[in-house]
């Protein structure tokens, strides 16, 4: 099926491929990398490529407020294929703060006519989160307060993706004791936006957010926190490179310890992977290959998409395991143990009933001579 | 004649049965005595995550090989303690498996080993006193040069502890003896040692029970501090935090142990501390949120087996008493009864 | 009673028959195994395992086959202590089974020792431990064994012809007939002893405490008596011999009466203790229970009639019935009725089985060429009467 898919695509493919400086073979690939991250069934890559190829696309508006540009800056090391071209190619985005060439008034306005010339139909996304303490003075951009630029621009918007911890749930702004009252996309709207966390979070998780929209018009379901369940919908510890070790309780104990060389599960050092819902442990980050994210590189993992748990817990604080269920191959409180054999069994049984039979045949002669002496008495 | 000698023998086998019963109130013996310095563990199923590092650091620590109920044979994945291991946490499932240490519909995790008995079953069930309880720190030992292979403490032990490697030529009995192979290095028990949540720890048992006392104290969700490692007394902590001698501490191996202290919530612990009243006691102490009995811990009268096993023996044996004096008659009786040649064969009429 | 002339004298007869060379063949073969068992461990041969350390092995070739091997120590007990002299022919070839049966009990638990060559060590007084009830059991079987041995040698001695040693032993019989019955006195109730420190693993149907030595020994005896009205039954037809119903009736009387005590002692220790309400929980013990009390029950009733215990078919179930019996108390005390933790299964392997089956088998033999070579049944006679 999917051969078919792609033969059919294969003209248009070259296009957008000579379009975006890869060859076709790459392109494809981004497609089928995009459907697997989305967790999309086989074939979905065709649905992708053609839905990139179209070319029409989507306008969007990226905020910045209380941020790093963190994400931004991860977002443009991604590199199978070069996505920035990719994302400055399938998207339209129209307002960047730190990405465009506009400066001053003139960035403004170009915000201000994209949202009109694309009304209902852009994409915003808020990276950084609102300070909404003081009436939100705590952070302005072109002499507006954060709190109102992302009302404004939230209310044509098609949808709104909140990127970044700080967006998503507030983030290491609104750490304790959160001086500026740094909320979240969600709270300052007042309704559920979907949600990328993560500090940084993995640029392919917004990709394929963004490309699952382009794909099929809608943002992919979520849960309760807006948080693609693609993407977030395990815990780290479920999948994790090191998982083997935890169950055979290989850990390692201290920084630079045996354990930790020989690349044990880093649980007693703190890891926060069994309270942290995201796909780090199976998409990797950072495209520099295998094992290229935080716990793969020996350190535990802070938690960072998580909240409450993400600058809130202490790094090296034991984590509180979530959905611990006993794995099927853990002992049971009775284990059934030992042999009985058969065979055993049969001779056993043949035994006895032998010897059974016997003394019934000497207990029958007994009887006999029994009856005869009596006779032989009265004779 | 023979009606009277059979009199004579009734009579004197009463008398030696009364001198064994009269003995018997004076060779009585009660549960013995905790040490006052005994060690052990306490263990919590609350905190124990199921991760199994004491399995693990139990194998190192005393050199048992892996071993394997799963057709892939990737790591070890024992079942139960056997030959060759001597600690194995086992998993308690119910339904859904929704919420940890819930009876209905949960799971929880237990371990399983040496329960050290303060009077144990094993040391009184060995003839050749290949187990032993030290009298100062009360661990129950085992020597495999005295042990003939019996398996009577295997089969004595309510708890099933001892186990005998049955696939060797030369085999012997596994059990936990509480690393006290390491002791001497200054360390302790390892799967305390490993142990990431405090679950299992190593201390004094005086210490431990009020250790337990204080979590049993708590309410459930209330936020406490949980000690890791070796559980010490307070007067020994300002001793081993002592800036003098701590480095030479250190170079025995010792663990600076203040920072292993960690902050967690109070779970929701069953009001029953297994091994304070049971069996006479044993220095393995445990809590949970779970009935004992559904984790496979048995429901044990507070008299020791041993106790009653060693009044029996010691009525009927104490001092050889009741033996003698029974031989003393049967000899005198025998004396009349046999003749020399066996010539009596139409003695009786 | 008439008196009866009973020299003992060998029987004679050709040692090859199909039956001795069949029983020769399953000791071979029992021999065969315990050889692998010694290289490959006693897992290798045996099913025994953490959860039922005991097998066979020992709940029947150590507990039973030594309370099968009590007719020397019952007819010791009547003859020589109560001084029935009547049945002084009965004395000799239950001796010479009780020797076999104990020597190879004790030989057998050096199979089942997984470290064999320490076994000396229960005998050291740097590792004897007195309150140990294996210890006291090791050293009294141990004892007995030596005991019997000696008490059996004037056979030998008069097959020798050395006169001078029997003569000067036979003025130490009397002590050494006296340790005859005590050593066993002491060890078959222990053997019931053994189960006191099981505590609750031990079913309540045969846990019974303090009540264990009494009731152990009075099945020993018991079955003492069965093992000789079996033996003399078993022989007399095996050889050809007249039927010794004589002087098994009697036997039989006394042996009715301490049948009767021992189920009287048995249910009532069952009563008080509350455990009497478990045997009727249809579960595999109360199952194994009923068949046990059937096996004693069941002989009380046949032999209660005094004409019933002249019937030499009656008395000749009624022990195989008792023998059932007491090997099933035995074994649902240290198999069926223990339980160190749920999930553990036991079954004797084949070669465990086997094992077992060529010891008894290695018995029979060694009793046969023991009564055609040695003085041990009193001499062929015609029938009286």
């Known amino acids: 099926m999917s051969e078919t898919y792609i033969e059919e695509t294969t003209e248009a493919a070259l296009t957008v491929a000579s379009r975006l400086g890869i060859n076709r073979r790459e392109f494809m690939q981004f497609c089928a990398a995009t459907a697997t991250t989305l967790g999309l069934p086989t074939g979905a890559e065709a649905a992708i490529a053609k839905a990139v190829e179209k070319a029409r696309r989507p306008s969007v508006i990226w905020l910045h407020f209380q941020e790093c540009t963190g994400c931004s800056e991860s977002l443009l090391r991604a590199e199978h294929p070069t996505l920035e071209k990719l994302i400055l190619d399938v998207i339209s985005l129209d307002y960047h703060e730190t990405l465009m060439a506009a400066a001053g008034h003139q960035a403004e306005a170009a915000r201000k006519s994209a949202m009109k010339a694309n009304k209902g139909k852009y994409i915003l996304v808020v990276e950084g989160a609102i ?26 918007a098609a949808a709104v993706i909140a990127i970044g911890s700080c967006a998503s749930w507030g983030g290491m702004p609104s750490t304790e004791p959160n001086p500026t009252g740094a909320s979240s996309v969600g709270d300052v709207l007042g309704k559920p936006v979907v949600t990328i966390p993560g500090c940084p979070p993995n640029p392919y998780n917004f990709l394929a957010t963004a490309v699952h929209f382009l794909t099929f018009g809608k943002l992919p379901d979520v849960d309760q926190l807006g948080r693609p369940k693609f993407a977030y919908g395990r815990i780290i ?73 993400g600058f809130a817990k202490p790094i090296h604080q034991t984590a509180v395991l979530k959905g611990m269920m006993p794995p099927a191959s853990y002992p049971r409180i009775v284990e059934e143990q030992g042999k009985a054999s058969f065979a055993a069994a049969a001779a056993l049984a043949a035994i006895a009933g032998a010897a059974a039979g016997g003394a019934a045949m000497l207990a029958k002669n007994l009887g006999k001579q029994d009856e005869a002496q009596p006779r032989q008495k009265g004779e | 004649m023979d009606r009277r000698n059979f009199f004579k023998a009734s009579l004197a086998g009463g008398a030696a049965l009364a001198t064994g019963a009269a003995s018997c109130p004076a060779q009585a013996r009660s549960n013995k005595d905790m040490p006052p310095e005994a060690v052990g563990l306490l263990f919590d199923s609350i905190l124990c995550v199921g991760c199994k590092a004491c399995v693990a650091a139990c194998k190192e620590a005393n050199g048992m090989p892996p071993e394997f109920s799963t057709q892939e044979q990737y790591w070890d994945t024992p079942l139960d303690i056997s030959g060759k291991t001597l600690n194995v946490i086992k ?90 192979h390491r002791h001497k290095d200054g360390k302790y028990a390892a799967c305390a040692e490993v142990c990431p949540t405090g679950a299992t720890l190593y201390g004094k048992v005086s210490v431990l029970r009020e250790e337990a006392k204080r979590r049993l104290a708590m309410k459930p969700g209330e936020k406490a501090e949980f000690p890791r490692g070796h559980l010490r007394a307070a007067q020994e902590k300002q001793l081993q935090g002592a800036p003098e001698g701590k480095g030479e501490m250190r170079r025995k191996g010792w663990k600076d142990e203040s920072g292993q202290a960690y902050p967690n919530v109070a779970g929701k612990y069953l009001d029953h501390l297994y091994g304070e009243k049971e069996f006479g006691g044993t220095q393995m102490l445990m809590l949970s949120g779970v009935p004992f009995e559904k984790l496979g811990y048995p429901d044990l009268p507070p008299q020791s087996d041993a106790a009653l096993s060693e009044t029996l023996q010691h009525s009927l044996y104490g001092g050889l008493i009741a033996p003698i004096a029974v031989l003393g008659a049967l000899t005198f009786i025998a004396r009349r009864n046999v003749r020399p040649e066996d010539e009596e064969g139409g003695q009786n009429g | 009673m008439a008196n009866h002339t009973h020299a003992p004298a060998p029987l004679g007869g050709n040692l090859f028959t199909p039956f001795t060379l069949l029983l020769g063949m399953l000791s071979v073969i029992a021999g065969v195994i315990l050889v692998y068992r010694f290289f490959y461990g006693l897992g290798a041969v045996a099913n025994i395992n953490d959860g039922f350390p005991f097998g066979i092995w020992i709940a029947y070739d150590v507990v039973v086959g030594s309370a099968f091997a009590c007719g020397g120590y019952a007819m010791a007990l009547l003859v020589y202590i109560f001084n029935r002299g009547e049945y002084h022919p009965l004395v000799r070839p239950a001796l010479l089974a009780s020797l076999f049966g104990y020597t190879l009990a004790g030989a057998s638990v050096i199979f089942d020792l997984g470290r064999w060559w320490n076994v000396w060590h229960i005998f050291w007084p740097g590792y004897a431990q007195v309150n140990s009830v294996m210890f006291e059991v090791a050293v009294c079987i141990t004892a007995y064994i030596v005991v019997m041995w000696i008490e059996f040698s004037p056979v030998f001695l008069e097959k020798l012809g050395m006169k001078d040693v029997k003569q000067k032993l036979n003025k130490l019989l009397f002590f050494i007939i006296a340790l005859g019955v005590l050593l066993p006195s002491m060890h ?32 020993a005896i018991l079955l003492g008596f069965a093992v000789v009205i079996f033996e003399a039954t078993l022989s007399s037809t095996g050889f050809g011999r007249p039927l010794e119903t004589k002087v098994l009736t009697p036997l039989s009387k006394i042996m009715v009466g301490l049948l009767a005590a021992y189920v009287a002692v048995r249910i009532l220790d ?19 229970f009923w068949l046990e009390m059937a096996a004693f029950v069941v002989p009380l009733v046949l032999l209660a009639p005094a004409a019933a215990r002249r019937s030499a078919s009656k008395l000749f179930v009624s022990a195989v019935m008792l023998m059932v019996g007491g090997m099933l108390l035995r074994i649902n005390g240290f198999l069926v009725g223990y339980e160190t933790g749920a999930g553990w299964h036991y079954f004797p392997s084949l070669a465990e089985l086997m094992v077992t089956v060529g010891l008894i088998a290695f018995e029979i033999l060694a009793y046969i060429v023991i009564i055609r070579k040695f003085p041990v049944l009193p001499a062929a006679q015609p029938v009286t009467r």
């Not at chain 1, 300070?131 to 044509?156: F, L, T």
């Not at chain 2, 094993?122 to 720190?137: G, H, I, L, N, Y």
Request: net charge neutral; glycine share 12%; proline share 5%.
């Open chain 1, 237 to 309: 510890h479920e999948h994790c490179e090191r998982r083997a070790h935890f169950d055979a309780g290989r850990f390692a104990m201290e920084f630079g310890d045996e354990g930790h060389r020989k690349g044990y599960c880093l649980y007693k050092l703190g890891c926060k992977g069994p309270e942290t819902y995201a796909n780090c442990s199976t998409i990797g980050f950072g495209d520099a290959g295998e094992n290229n994210w935080p716990v793969g590189c020996g350190h535990p993992c802070i938690g960072c998409t998580e909240k409450g748990v």
């Open chain 3, 188 to 219: 078959q109730s222990s053997l019931g002893s053994l189960l006191v420190i099981f505590g609750q693993q031990i079913h309540p149907l045969w846990q019974s405490g303090a009540m264990l030595p009494l009731i152990y020994l009075m099945t």
């Open chain 2, 91 to 180: 998993a308690y499932r119910h339904g859904s498996l929704a919420t940890k240490d819930s009876e209905e519909n949960g799971y929880a995790f237990v371990k399983k080993s040496c329960m050290h008995c303060v009077d144990p079953s094993c040391v009184s069930a060995c003839p050749v006193s290949a187990m032993q309880k030290d009298p100062k720190t009360g661990i129950v030992s085992y020597d495999k040069e005295a042990c003939i292979g019996c398996r009577y403490c295997v089969a004595a032990c309510p708890f099933g502890v001892p186990r005998f490697t049955y696939d060797k030529a030369i085999p012997q009995i596994s059990k936990c003896q509480l690393c006290v």
């Open chain 3, 270 to 288: 069952l009563v008080f203790r509350g455990a009497f309400g478990t045997a009727f929980s249809g579960t595999l013990e109360a199952g194994m």
């Open chain 1, 131 to 156: 300070p909404v303490k003081d009436n939100g003075i705590y952070c302005k951009v072109g002499g507006h307060k954060a709190i109102d630029i992302v009302k404004e621009c939230a209310a044509d």
